[in-house]
C-alpha cells in the first residue's frame, strides 16, 4: 500500500511529505520510503498561519478560511511528493494528513486544534484521508501528544539497549523505548522555537533560523540567565506532559530578547544562550528517565551543529542522528504518521497511554473519504487485522 504523510510542525516552515510504501508480512510492517519533500509555505500563508498561533487571538473567520487554503496547500504537497516519486497521485492509497497545529492547550480543560482541511485534501487527490489524530486521546483523559512513540516503539526497540529517540522542530520532544516495558514519552520544552523567534525578531525577518547554529558558534553561553530560563515551572514537571507556542512562543522570546540586553549579552552570546536552553532543557529531561545508553535525534534541530554539540557535552551516552539508522531525520514525522494513518484503517491502537496520560489505547484519527474508498475498505478487509509487533525499514 502506498500511504502519504503530511504535516507541518510549529515551526511553520514547510510541509513535510513522505510517500511510503508499506506491506505487512506476518507480525512486520515493512516500511519504503520512496519519496520525500518539504514543500515551502507560501510567504503570505505562513503569515496567515503566524497570525492565528498564541500570542494572536485570530477570529472565526480567519480560522475558518486558513483551514480550506491549508487544504490546498497541504493537497500540492501531496501531489508533489507522489511526482517525485513517479506516482500518479490518484493511484496513492492513503493520505495521513496530521494538519496545522494552531492551538493547543495541556492545562485542564485540554483541547487541541490541527486544520488543513481534510475534504480539501481528498477532492483535489481522490484519496482517502485520516486526518485529526490528537483528538480521540484528549477524548480519553489524554494530552493528544507526544504521538510518534508509538512508531518509535515498534522501530527502534532494541534487544539491549536503552534507546531515547529525540525529535528536535519547534518543540522538542522523545520517546524513551527500552529493550523491554513501557515507552515513556514527553515534550521537553521548546527546540528551535524560540531559536528561531528570536533570530526572526533581531533581523527584522531577514533571517528565520541560525543555519547550522552558526551565529550561537560566534557566542559565548551566559550561566546565570541559563539557569534564570531553566528554573522554569515547566522544565521542573514530571510527565506526562505536552507544550506548545501557548507557552513557548513570541511573548517568551521577547521578554527573553530584553533580559539579555539588560544582562549586556551580543546577539551571538544570546543566540548561544537561548540554544544552551534547548540542549540544557533536554538533557535534564533525561532525569525523568531509568537509564539512557543512547540518543538518536531527527527533526531540523539536528542540523544545528552547536546545538548538538551542547547536548552531546551534557549527555554521557552516544549521540547519533536517526539517519545512522536508515532514517532521514528530517523526514521522520511524516514516516510515522503514514504509519498511523494505515494503522488508522486497519483499527489498530497508535497511542501509548503510559506517554499522553489517556485512559487506555484507542484508533486514533478520522476519516474522509476519497474517490478509492469502496476499494480500500474491501483491501482492508481482506488484510489480517492482527496489529504488527515491529517494524522494519527496508
Known amino acids: 500500500m502506498n500511504v502519504i504523510g503530511l504535516m507541518s510542525g510549529t515551526s511553520v516552515d514547510a510541509i513535510d511529505a513522505a510517500l511510503v510504501q508499506i506491506e505487512k508480512r506476518n507480525e512486520v510492517l515493512e516500511l519504503s520510503l520512496r519519496a520525500f519533500v518539504m514543500q515551502p509555505l507560501d510567504n503570505g500563508l505562513r503569515d496567515e498561519v503566524r497570525h492565528l498561533l498564541p500570542p494572536h487571538q485570530g477570529n472565526t473567520q480567519a480560522v475558518c478560511e486558513l483551514n480550506f487554503a491549508l487544504g490546498e496547500a497541504f493537497a500540492q504537497a501531496a501531489q508533489a511528493v507522489a511526482e517525485k516519486a513517479d506516482v500518479a497521485v490518484k493511484d496513492v492509497d492513503l493520505i495521513a494528513s496530521h494538519g496545522q497545529t ?18 480539501f ?27 510518534v512513540p508509538w512508531f518509535d516503539g515498534l522501530l527502534f526497540r532494541h534487544e539491549s539497549l536503552h534507546r531515547v529517540l529525540l525529535n528536535i522542530g519547534g518543540m522538542a520532544n522523545l520517546s524513551y523505548v527500552p529493550p523491554k516495558g513501557d515507552i515513556i514519552a514527553f515534550d521537553t520544552g521548546p527546540g528551535n522555537v524560540l531559536i528561531d523567534e528570536t533570530v526572526r525578531l533581531l533581523t527584522n525577518g531577514e533571517k528565520t533560523f541560525d543555519e547550522n547554529g552558526a551565529l550561537a558558534s560566534q557566542g559565548q553561553i551566559n550561566e546565570v540567565l541559563l539557569q534564570k530560563w531553566l528554573a522554569h515551572p515547566y522544565f521542573q514537571a514530571a510527565p506526562p506532559k505536552s507544550t506548545g507556542r501557548e507557552l513557548f512562543g513570541p511573548q517568551e522570546a521577547n521578554t527573553m530578547i530584553n533580559e539579555g540586553r539588560a544582562c549586556g549579552l551580543s546577539e551571538a552570546d544570546f543566540i548561544a544562550t537561548l540554544t544552551a536552553l534547548t540542549a540544557r532543557s533536554i538533557t535534564d529531561a533525561i532525569h525523568f528517565l531509568p537509564h539512557a545508553d543512547e540518543i538518536f535525534v531527527g527533526g531540523g534541530g539536528a542540523r544545528n551543529a552547536f546545538l548538538m554539540g551542547q547536548i552531546q557535552e551534557q549527555f554521557r551516552g552516544s549521540l547519533h542522528r536517526t539517519d545512522e539508522l536508515g532514517l532521514p531525520s528530517d523526514a521522520k514525522e511524516a514516516i510515522a504518521f503514514a504509519t498511523m494513518g494505515y494503522a488508522t484503517l486497519h483499527g489498530w491502537p497508535s497511542n501509548i497511554p503510559s506517554s499522553t496520560g489517556a485512559l487506555q489505547k484507542a484508533v ?27 517494524f522494519v525499514l527496508l
Open 121 to 147: 485534501i481528498a477532492q483535489r487527490t481522490g484519496c482517502t484521508v485520516v486526518s485529526d489524530f490528537r483528538s480521540r486521546d484528549i477524548a480519553l483523559g489524554g494530552h493528544g501528544a507526544p504521538l
Open 364 to 390: 486514533l484519527g478520522s476519516i474522509t473519504p476519497g474517490d478509492n474508498f469502496l476499494d480500500l475498505m474491501q483491501q482492508i478487509s481482506a488484510a489480517p487485522s492482527v496489529a504488527p509487533q515491529r
Open 102 to 119: 494552531i492551538y493547543h492547550q495541556a492545562k485542564s480543560p485540554r483541547s487541541t486544534l490541527q486544520i488543513a482541511n481534510p475534504a
